[in-house]
DNA sequence: CATGAATGAGTTTTCATTCAT
DNA sequence: TATGAATGAAAACTCATTCAT
């Protein structure tokens, strides 16, 4: 069981994990996190050494968030094309998807980060490259079970994947249409079906 | 010729558009802008109303450098498939562009406002809109000239086209890797190439 | 026998008179109490009523330190110039003991408090009141046994002897050298000699 | 001339200059500083990097109104022995000159710097080293015109003389009565015209 | 038009203290 | 009595903006 201590961490960091994700880490203040959390600031600082902290944790918590929804999807979906469809499945209605309605996180992040937040940065890129190894392992496996092209290029098509995964949802953020994620995904299952052997 | 007051505006947008695009707006501060300039603050506000109205400037700036970049680029090409190519072929080497050194503004730009800036939402808004125009106007006169497959999609391939770009410049950012910028750039090209007749 | 109660509040006071005289009254947080104790914030506010409580405990510990010290090393000397030549012995290797490392308690709880903290004044100025008289009780003591000369200004010797052990102990905490304390405990000790008959 | 900036900066020094002395480093609060320049928390921050250099700037301050005050009563005097006197006259009125009411910067910032602040504890060990040196060269000046037992150990003097200045003025403050100050200062007197070859 | 000192609201963080367990 | 999470006030410091010169 958790420690009182814990829980308020645990709860902190749930209900200000959407408020970074949606203002960015320069954009949420202390204020927005004691407005989020119902809690005052001593409570804040009584669980957490800072701000950067609070962020890593929620940058943590809103990956997680992702991955455990596209693992629970996976273990719906019986092939690996099927599998690997799950991303374009999910992303095509990510604003429906609470943990995404304020785009993804990895892309926030890694976009306000890059330059700024060393802590953060690293956090997005591992959490890219745990990605990236995820969707590889799908197509490996694919390929030995036959159901996938054996000459595929499993790296590069990760990296295709995630491209327009997230080069669709920024576009769909700013513009408010739905439809550059629609056409993405279109493609991108698309070019997952064509993976098939 | 510009006046004294159109110089100095000029000079602080010039100045200024790398910081913005590098520390996004709300990691700017005036403090920023004063030392990137050399200018007191009094000088920023004799000349804008606000961080705000320099901040929109310096997005147009930004852009405007990207267009002006491609267009050029652009010229030097016969036909529409290689102009096509200028997108792969810029973006690959995105990094050693002084203008997308910290990234691509509308990338930036985009993942930064959409939720919290509304006035350079809509700027990011409109340069998503103004680049899938351009994007689909070569297309329109590729197919017109016979050099590209007349069935071709221009609006669906110019959002591909897009988000391959954008999605590529965030991971390759982040991870300071040029891999995935390499893989998602020469798929890119490929498929610009296959659009031929 | 003491009760829990006054165990533990002992226990505080000990753990905690060192990081007072060291810090200052200002300087030293709760939080530094309770790492100094290893006791949580709730067990101080237990057994105090307040920071300043533990201060004057604090202070009352250190004084009485120094007071027991002193009157341990006289018992050990013979005459009464002997017991005075204690002060000029003591303060000369201040820095090894362990209760004046951090300096007189007395003259920092003196120059911190006398124009901020009433209490922790008054309890200073208590101090320095009762070290005047117990000198001038030795010398008269002296007078009267016919070591001392009998026109020897009993209240005046003993203000001299403070200042002099007082402003040598400052001159050397800060400066960090040792010659200060020397030269003026060893001129101390030359007028301590000089009151013999 | 001075600048508008160096004015203030000045200005701020003056003001607040008495509350450090009164009130210590940790004791004064930048609020403090605001109530007693009038000025408001920007401005303080406008003119210096932060806390520290306000109190630095202060100490300096202080102890620079110290020396000066000494030097020019020191011109009035004729003799060394006369120059001397002017430490015991000066400090043997300390609570009247306004610059030392709360009593001596050197004593004070001394006694909370020395284990707490590296920068100040510099500046009072070289405020302490500077007194001794300037005594020292009366002194040996003092030998030079004959004025002076030539075997006078001035360097030893020297302590002696900040030992009982310094001790005094504490002994006084806290105990709010003159009566220590006059006797350590009556003694001092004493032991200076004693020099007298 | 340019300067830069000044402002006051806002930022992050610390503090002494309380109180439910 | 002991704990330590929670509090709210206050701490140090930053920021966008103004305005006298």
């Not at 209605?93 to 943990?99: A, D, I, M």
């Not at 990760?158 to 669709?168: N, P």
Request: glycine share 6%; with cysteine.
């Amino acid at each position: 069981m958790l420690s009182k201590a814990e829980r308020t961490r645990q709860y902190i960091v749930e209900k200000t994990a959407p408020v970074f994700n949606e203002r960015g880490y320069a954009g949420t203040s202390i204020n927005d996190l004691t407005e989020a959390t119902g809690l005052s600031k001593g409570s804040i600082y009584g669980n957490f050494e800072n701000k950067d902290e609070v962020a890593l944790a929620a940058f943590d918590y809103n990956f997680g968030q992702i991955i455990h929804y596209l693992k629970s999807e996976m273990t719906t979906r019986e092939t690996i094309i099927e599998k690997l469809l799950v991303y374009p499945d999910t992303y095509r209605n990510f604003l429906e998807l609470p943990f995404l309605k304020a785009g993804c996180p990895v892309l926030n992040t890694s976009t306000e980060a890059d330059d700024t937040h060393p802590l953060l940065r690293e956090k997005a890129a591992n959490a890219l490259a745990f990605w990236k190894s995820s969707v590889e392992r799908l197509i490996q496996k694919g390929i030995e079970l036959g159901e996938i092209k054996p000459d595929t290029n499993a790296p590069a098509f990760a990296v295709v994947l995630m491209s327009l995964v997230e080069g669709a949802v920024m576009q769909a953020k700013v513009t408010r249409q739905v439809e550059p994620l629609q056409v993405s995904m279109d493609y991108l299952s698309r070019i997952i079906r064509e993976l098939g052997a």
